[in-house]
């Protein structure tokens, strides 16, 4: 009997992954074959009405259905470039407003530094440098959820560091695009926006 209920559990799990399928497109522009950075991509739904903008830097429209395989997204609300990286990294923090706690952790747990900042909305860029080489986990807290990202520090810089850089003009409107509705089977329609 717990054979037929353990079979019945991974043949469940298989088909509802299956079932939450996710089709990503990606928007380029060309102009006299020479690529330009879109300002702004605007996507209608046009079955079930309804639109949606995504901002430069984003080129990236991602439309899914429900199932499990939502557990496999992968958290955007904060990266860093180089990762891994020599002595020090740059991390981008996609934040709602209000006020936002960033510590960096080694694998130990021990907190080596941490900031505490009232961030606006938008995307915040933040210097981290690790006095050690190793995997260290940082983390932001704001409005009472945490996210978390490992960082690979590949030389040690001698100290521990974290300071503001500067913020992007321009706000990724990635909550709107939650609201976006979309089914299989809908007509959309894509305008990309580019000023030269």
């Not at 940082?138 to 690979?152: A, Y």
């Not at 503001?164 to 809908?186: C, H, M, T, Y």
């Amino acid at each position: 009997m717990k054979r037929i209920i353990a079979l019945l559990a991974v043949l469940f799990s298989l088909v509802n992954g299956l079932r939450s399928q996710v089709i990503t497109i990606t928007f380029e522009a060309t102009l006299n074959t020479a690529p330009i950075a879109l300002d702004s991509i605007r996507v209608m739904n046009l079955t079930a009405g309804g639109d949606t903008m995504i901002y430069f830097p984003d080129n990236i429209l991602v439309l899914g259905s429900t199932g499990i395989g939502e557990a496999l997204y992968t958290d955007r609300t904060m990266h860093a470039l180089p990762n891994p990286f020599a002595s020090s990294t740059e991390v981008a923090v996609e934040s709602r407003g209000g006020a936002a706690r960033i510590s960096l952790h080694d694998m130990a747990g021990r907190e080596l530094v941490s900031l505490a900042a009232n961030l606006s909305v938008g995307v915040h860029r933040f210097r981290v440098s690790c006095a050690r080489p190793g995997v260290h986990v940082l983390s932001v807290v704001q409005g009472g959820v945490r996210h978390t990202m490992r960082l690979m520090a590949t030389e040690g810089a001698g100290v521990d560091g974290m300071s503001w850089v500067n913020q992007e003009q321009r706000v990724r409107a990635k909550s709107e695009r939650s609201l976006f509705i979309w089914a299989p089977g809908d007509a959309l329609r894509y305008i990309g926006y580019a000023t030269k």
